[in-house]
């Protein structure tokens, strides 16, 4: 009787079964997250909806992310082309975020992800003087050269590219060398080209086109809300916006 007793003393309490399954869910996850590149969407809504379970006690067992048995006819989520297209895009957003860090910081580059895909915004009152065309190229040099390079990396070889130009609401001098805001938009966004052009990148990758004053990003009542607005975005298009 006394050794049966014993027996019971060393045995551990039910909670230590959930305790050392959320251990072990939070090791992978952290293991995981060292390398990002190699993690899947689907992977980490697996390994969440495993540690939701695990901690309200609700299943017996985890998801697994682990091959099965679509993997053996090579249906596997990292060969569907929408995975691959969000991996090199994922890519592509870090490296530009690391290449243009200095302008986030100081607001004349941002960069951004939508539908259309990665979006290089430069601000219009850093790359072109109020109502011209002309780049100016003694203050956004060093910017737009590490554009071209950036853009004519191997890892966006055959990507395709759109230069969208945009005003704020002001209109134009009457007197001044454009009609209105559309053409001074479109100017905008021919000049980036033929700056990009020049530093060798194929002029048939890209697409442009001019938006006056009909996507703003901020309010044009202030001069600070106008200044974001007049903008020239780069925009490496995603299979869907070619």
Not at 19 to 32: A, K, N, P, R
Not at 104 to 114: G, N
Not at 208 to 230: H, K, L, M, Q, W
Request: hydrophobic share 40%; aromatic share 6%.
């Amino acid at each position: 009787m006394a050794k049966k007793k014993k027996s019971e003393e060393l045995k551990s309490p039910d909670w230590m079964t959930t305790y050392s399954d959320m251990i072990t869910l939070c090791l992978c996850f952290f293991i995981i997250m060292f390398n990002p590149d190699e993690v899947t969407q689907a992977q980490l809504d697996a390994i969440s909806e495993s540690m939701r379970q695990a901690s309200i006690g609700s299943a017996p067992g985890g998801l697994t992310i682990s091959a099965g048995r679509a993997a053996d006819l090579g249906n596997t989520i990292m060969t569907l082309p929408s995975m691959e297209q969000g991996r090199v895009m994922g890519n592509a957003m870090r490296r530009a975020i690391s290449i243009f860090s200095p302008e986030i910081r100081s607001q004349q580059v941002r960069i951004t992800h939508d539908e259309r895909g990665l979006v290089i915004t430069l601000a219009g009152d850093v790359f072109f003087e109020s109502a011209s065309a002309r780049v100016n190229i003694e203050e956004s040099r060093d910017i737009l050269l590490r554009l071209g390079t950036f853009l004519n990396s191997p890892e966006l070889y055959g990507r395709k590219f759109r230069i969208e130009g945009h005003t704020d609401s002001i209109d134009v001098d009457p007197a001044g060398p454009w009609e209105d805001n559309w053409q001074l938009s479109s100017e905008r966004s021919r000049a980036i080209l033929r700056y990009l052009s020049a530093l060798g990148l194929n002029e048939n990758s890209f697409q442009i086109a001019g938006f006056s004053s009909t996507a703003p990003v901020s309010t044009n009542d202030t001069p600070e809300g106008r200044a974001n607005n007049r903008r020239v975005d780069i925009i490496i298009l995603d299979a869907g916006h070619l």
